[in-house]
């Protein structure tokens, strides 16, 4: 698979956008390519298509007439990045985020910021936020860097202006990654669209649909780490409009000896939220009213605690499986 998507890499002019992260890369690519439809030949990671298998496939998908290529990158360790990278050959890098994510593996901030900053050896532009220290040691001298800060969005009537630009997300914690995308489409010389952009997320991420009697489901059951999981309560609070709440939270997966930590950090977090139901043991540190040992468990005990016109936050980490659980609810 690297061999054929390396061959068709070689073969294509168009220009390679590759985006990394702690957090915030899947929907940091989805809204770049919603800001590139109808602008420009474009090919885009589908879904969370970001490994040795994923990354081949995407650049399969290139046709001769291809302009830009939005691909992802993930990684489980040092160098796989930069494996990536060298099949992609890319000529804007986007770090999204250095977060503690995938300590169980990498050990040290340190060492996540080192595995996500080897994307920069291979880049000509490379975007990064404006605050991460940890990455800074990290970025090679002599390439265009680009820097992004905290958006400052604007919400009405179901619609987020960042900069001006108009989205149809209502989620606080996507406009960040909105600027990101944004200050892509600048370096790749492309004006920003009129009207509002409409963007799909990836399947399990930030999805919205109506639940029976008013209510609210929000299944972003892809994946969790801290960051993400505080921005989503705080998102589910903003979106409740009167409405209970209820939170179903599986575990936060490779956090390493500090996880019990960080799961009592998102206990401390849930201020506002009605009803919190755990998944998974490490989830019994959120303090939740109910409790379920897996995801198969936990659908009872939603539709046990869940009532028509509440609004439903459905997260947890890709381990715990807790789409079922938001399919159910459906």
Known sequence: MAALGRAVRERSVARVVAITGSVGKTSTKDILAALLRGRVRFVAAQDGFNNELGLPLTLCRIEPDTEVVVAELAMRGL??????????RPHIGVITAIAPVHLGLLGSIENIARAKAELLDFVEIAIVPENAPDLEPFIPSGIDVRRFGEAEPLVENGVTSVRGVRFS???RHQATNALAALTVLD???IDPPDGIVEVEFSRWRSQESELSGGGLLINDAWNANPIAM????????????GRRTVAILGDMAELGPEAPRFHEEIARARNGIDVVIGVGELARGYSPD?????????VGLAREHVRPGDAVLVKGSRSVGLEIVAEALS
């Open 187 to 189: 370096a790749l010389g």
């Open 230 to 241: 505080r921005a989503a309560l705080e998102h589910l609070r903003d979106c409740a409009n």
């Open 290 to 298: 109910a409790w379920a040992a897996n995801a198969a468990e936990a």
């Open 169 to 171: 997300f209502t989620a």
């Open 79 to 88: 160098g796989q990045i930069r494996g990536l990278a060298e099949i992609a």
